[in-house]
């Protein structure tokens, strides 16, 4: 579920969470024209409705097919499931005449209009157990899409996720995918975002050359950038580029640019590495979408897998076959062809572990469905009788 935190936090808010009684959905940046970035323009007849339900001069945020706001003028008829009457400051009324939609009056749609959620058609206004009540403000509850109003965002309090002051340089990180202003980074990315769990302090950290952000062994504010020289011990990183030839592998998954590896990582850890010529013999294993590297299509060039290293997480070589190491860069080895098993792998110390036969009585277990002979039964990974303590 996407969400957005408030007009200055996010060009445009996505995505919606179902409420205590109500539905939020939606939200744009406040206003009623496209802003900064490309947002989308909202508030006027047929448009979006704005951030915290917002619509120009008094007109009512409607909600319709696919949770869509829409907006509709004061002084047009209120369309929709189980709506009525004219839209006035934004109030409209339900299918039998009652006012609904603004702060204290009754939630239009819901079961009044054999609709499925109730919603609030006002500025401000939140559905909350059947009854719109004010949204937006500081300290106040967040309105549809979870926005609020001017230059709030939604942050974790005391009662709950309200709308307060967020993303600035020492203030608390807001809840979504923009957690801080441009340049400052929150000190603790993991603690936000669309878990609703809070914590954070936006901080003067995360960009290239400046020290790293807490959390997840320091973090950057750009996927080109990585984390360098940060320790348990308590030294502090600087983000510094990542990811091309002969610069420190990016993240805690050691990824390079196309067509380069990382080289001196050792097998567990998840920092450190440089990026280098990757996928011949010998060589660490090119980067592939897929995490750890484990023989994919690009990871190793002609019939090379990639393997285990006792210097790098993973590195191309002869695998697969009687008697070669077993191919992959992960905890499990993998043999080529039926009637083989990985044995003697640790992936902890960089042990590739063998290929040897299987099946037979004292030998591995086989992958598959049939993981030993007929008449054996798998026991402790070895193929054995049932009389020899097999199950």
Do not use: W, Y
Not at 53 to 61: A, E
Not at 143 to 152: A, K, R
């Amino acid at each position: 579920m996407g969400v957005a935190c408030s007009s200055s936090k996010s060009n445009s808010g996505t995505g919606g969470s179902t409420g205590s009684g109500g539905i939020g959905v939606g939200g744009h940046a406040m206003g009623g024209s496209a802003g900064a970035g490309g947002a989308v323009a909202c508030g006027a007849s047929g448009q979006p409705c704005c951030a915290g339900n917002s619509c120009n001069g008094g007109g009512c945020c409607v909600l319709g097919t696919n949770f869509q706001q829409t907006c509709i003028g004061s002084g047009e008829a209120c369309t929709g499931t189980g709506l009525s009457g004219t839209c006035g400051n934004g109030s409209c009324s339900t299918a039998s005449g009652t006012p609904c939609g603004a702060v204290g009056q009754t939630c239009c749609g819901g079961s009044d209009a054999g609709a499925s959620f109730p919603f609030c058609t006002a500025a401000g206004a939140n559905c909350s157990n059947g009854m719109c009540s004010a949204c937006g403000a500081a300290g106040q509850a967040c309105c549809g899409g979870f926005t609020c109003q001017g230059s709030l965002g939604c942050v974790s309090g005391d009662g709950g996720v309200v709308c307060g002051a967020c993303g600035g340089e020492n203030e608390p990180c807001c809840l979504g995918a923009t957690q801080c202003n441009s340049g400052l980074g929150c000190d603790n990315p993991n603690a936000t975002g669309f878990g609703f769990s809070g914590g954070g302090t936006c901080k003067n950290c995360g960009a290239s050359g400046q020290a790293c952000c807490a959390g997840n062994g320091g973090t950057c504010q750009s996927s080109s950038d990585t984390c360098v020289g940060q320790t348990d011990a308590g030294a502090a990183g600087t983000c510094e580029s990542c990811g091309a030839s002969m610069e420190p592998c990016c993240g805690r998954g050691g990824t390079c640019n196309s067509g380069l590896g990382c080289s001196g990582r050792s097998a567990g850890q998840t920092s450190g590495g440089m990026c280098e010529t990757c996928g011949g013999a010998g060589q660490t294993c090119c980067s592939t979408p897929r995490f750890p590297t484990d023989g994919g299509p690009t990871a190793c060039t002609g019939s090379l897998g990639c393997l285990l290293g006792a210097s790098v997480t993973s590195q191309c070589g002869t695998c697969g076959a009687e008697g070669q190491p077993c191919c992959g860069g992960g905890s499990f080895g993998t043999c080529t062809g039926s009637g083989f098993a990985c044995s003697g792998r640790n992936s902890a110390s960089g042990t590739p572990g063998s290929c040897v036969a299987c099946g037979a009585a004292g030998q591995p277990c086989c992958l598959g469905a049939n993981r030993c002979q007929s008449g054996l039964t798998c026991n402790a990974g070895t193929c054995a009788t049932q009389d020899a303590g097999g199950q």
